[in-house]
Structures are given as C-alpha cells and as structure tokens.
Nanobody, 121 residues
Framework: QVQLVESGGGLVQAGGSLRLSCEAS????????MGWFRQAPGKERERVAAISSGGGSSTYYADSVKGRFTISRDNAKNAVYLQMNSLKPEDTAVYYC?????????????WGQGTQVTVSS
C-alpha cells in the first residue's frame, strides 16, 4: 500500500509562486515514476508534469505549464515537488500527485487526496 499526501496549496495572486509537496509512504519510492495532475471544475483531468523513477533524469511538462512549472524529487525524503511560478488564473485547480510503480509505464496506480490551488486575477 502506498499513501500519498499533498501539501502547499493555497491562494496566490496572478504572477506569484507556490511549491507543492507530495510525501509518499512507500519504502520503494525510488522505483516509482511520479506525476502531478490537476482538475478544474468543468474540465478534464490534466497531467501537468511527470518525472521518471530513480534519479528523475527524465521529465515531462504539459504545454500549458512549460517554462513555468518544475517537477523534482527527493528520494531520501520520499517526496516529489512541483514548483509553480508565474501562476495564472487558469492554473486554478485541485492538484494531485500520483505514483506509477510499473517499470516503463505511465500507469498511475496510487493517488493523493489533492490540494487546492487558487490563483486570483
């Protein structure tokens, strides 16, 4: 069983920054690819960023956040982070972290409860 807990969400003005954190309970965290997703009311869930297992040498970003968001991981702390800069009102959503334990796949089997990010104009 893997439990993921997000934190760091909140209210921020447009142009501001937030850093989201996700802490995992798994002792094999290093073996999991990790992703950040978001879902806003009336919109489909969107994968905004992902990072490969191990040292996290490979990353993915949705076009909507490229150049503004940065995903990173700290395996010693069983944690993954999402640094969000230059936030826009359209970034407002519930943000979820997820873990993909299957090697070489993007099958996210474990999900956190989410943290709300609200960006005011």
């Amino acid at each position: 069983q893997v439990q993921l807990v997000e934190s760091g969400g909140g209210l921020v003005q447009a142009g501001g920054s937030l850093r989201l954190s996700c802490e995992a309970s798994s002792r094999t965290f290093m073996m999991y690819a990790m992703g950040w997703f978001r879902q806003a009311p009336g919109k489909e869930r969107e994968r905004v960023a992902a990072i490969s297992s191990g040292g996290g040498s490979s990353t993915y970003y949705a076009d909507s956040v490229k150049g503004r968001f940065t995903i990173s991981r700290d395996n010693a702390k069983n944690a993954v982070y999402l640094q969000m800069n230059s936030l826009k009102p359209e970034d407002t959503a519930v943000y979820y972290c997820a873990a993909a334990p299957v090697v070489g796949s993007d099958l996210y089997l474990y999900w956190g409860q989410g943290t709300q990010v609200t960006v005011s104009s």
